[in-house]
């Protein structure tokens, strides 16, 4: 059965460090999404991409984060400079034509 | 923005036992799908139920869309389904396709 892809499963950066969190969505999937979830909290929209370009933002997902579909196959969540605040674990999601989200195992984020 | 209620938020149950977990909501949904979160922070899909009931071996789910609810049933519960449950949503007045998640209720399955 297919799958959402992420790597690495785990990163640990600086505060004021850059990363890349990556992901492989389904293929063949439309519809793609980054979450974040913070240690004993909830799961977090931050932003959802269609067709090239950022189709829905949380408040969250404020300059210091982007997002790039740099090929057919990868999605990608930037953190431009990170924070402590920024440690949780990020979530890849992708949808096909229904509504159904299929999500991948995370990544869990750690700033020090 | 719409608001997802789950309950119980914590739940503790024998080897055994069966349980049903609720999730409110308030407002028309496209999609509603329940998760559960295990030990090492996946989220395993469990069901995409916007309406209607489903079975997929001890689990089942139903949503009463009219009624803004839906319910897990978790039958003769065992030590590996202890992990966080949770119920997302997107809003049928959504054009984004964000799902909004409820807090979770913790279930602990004791031996």
């Known amino acids: 059965e297919p799958e959402v892809t992420q790597t690495p499963s785990h990163q640990v950066t600086q505060m004021g460090q850059e990363v890349i969190l990556r992901c492989v969505p389904i293929?063949?999937?439309?519809?793609f999404y980054w979450y974040r979830q913070i240690l004993g909290q909830k799961v977090e929209f931050l932003v959802s991409?269609?067709?090239?370009?950022?189709?829905?933002k949380s408040e969250i997902f404020d300059d210091q984060f982007s997002v790039e579909r740099p090929d057919g196959s990868n999605f990608t969540l930037k953190i431009r400079s990170t924070k402590l605040e920024d440690s949780a674990m990020y979530f890849c999601?992708?949808?096909?034509?229904?509504?159904?989200?299929?999500f991948g195992p995370g990544t869990r984020l750690t700033v020090t | 923005g719409i608001q997802v209620e789950q309950s119980p938020p914590d739940l503790i149950l024998q080897e055994g036992a069966n349980s049903t977990l609720r999730c409110n909501f308030s407002?028309?949904?496209?999609?509603l799908q329940w998760f559960h979160q295990n030990p090492w922070g996946q989220l395993i899909n469990l069901f995409y139920i916007p309406s209607g009931t489903k079975q997929n071996g001890r689990l089942s789910a139903t949503t009463v869309a009219t009624e803004r609810y839906s319910l897990l049933y978790i039958s003769s519960s065992q030590t590996t389904d202890s992990g966080v449950y949770f119920c997302?949503?997107?809003?049928?007045?959504?054009?984004?396709?964000?799902?909004?998640f409820g807090k979770g209720t913790s279930l602990l399955v004791t031996p």
């Open positions: 999601a992708s949808t096909g034509t229904g509504y159904e989200q299929y």
């Open positions: 407002d028309s949904v496209n999609n």
């Open positions: 997302a949503v997107e809003p049928a007045s959504n054009s984004g396709y964000a799902l909004n």
């Open positions: 293929s063949n999937h439309l519809y």
């Open positions: 991409f269609y067709n090239n370009e950022i189709s829905e």
